[in-house]
C-alpha cells in the first residue's frame, strides 16, 4: 500500500482540498509555491498512463475543478500541472499555482508553511471547489 493510498483511507493525516468517489486532492508537503495540491486516484495504480482512457479523462476533468478553485482561492496567473511520478509509485497530478514558469521547476526549493498556514490554504481551495 502506498504513502497515498495510507492518506486517502485516513491512516496519514493530510491537508485535504476535494474528493470525490474516484479521485482525491491534497496539499503537498513539499510544496514549490503555496497552494501546490497533488491529485491522485483512489484506485492504487503507479503509473498514470495505465489508467483506462475514461479514468485519465475523469481525473483530468476532476484537477480541472481543482485547479479552477485553486485560482479563485490563491491568486496566480496560471495553475501549472505536471505528471512526474517517480518519487511515489502512485499516480497522481502536481497542480502548482504560478506567476512565472521558474514556479513549476522542481527544482526549486520547496516551501516551508506552518500547519495552521496549511489548514488555511486547504479550506480556502476547499471552499472555493
Same mark, same amino acid.
Given at each position: ?39 491522485? @486516484? ?46 511515489? @509509485? ?6 502548482? @499555482? ?16 506552518? @500547519? ?14
Amino acid at each position: 500500500m502506498t504513502i497515498f493510498s495510507k492518506i486517502i483511507r485516513g491512516d496519514i493525516p493530510c491537508y485535504k482540498v476535494a474528493e470525490n468517489d474516484e479521485f482525491f486532492a491534497f496539499l503537498d508537503i513539499a510544496p514549490l509555491q503555496k497552494g501546490h495540491t497533488l491529485v491522485v @486516484p483512489k484506485r492504487e495504480v503507479d503509473y498514470i498512463f495505465d489508467l483506462s482512457d475514461e479514468e485519465i479523462g475523469r481525473m483530468q476533468v476532476f484537477a480541472k475543478h481543482v485547479a479552477v478553485a485553486m485560482k479563485k482561492a490563491i491568486p496566480c496567473v496560471k495553475v501549472g500541472q505536471a505528471v512526474l511520478g517517480l518519487e511515489v @509509485p502512485h499516480a497522481h497530478i502536481h497542480l502548482v @499555482p504560478m506567476q512565472s514558469e521558474k514556479d513549476l521547476n522542481f527544482a526549486n526549493k520547496k516551501q516551508e508553511f506552518s @500547519p495552521e498556514e496549511m489548514a488555511a490554504i486547504a479550506n480556502a481551495i476547499a471552499q472555493q471547489f
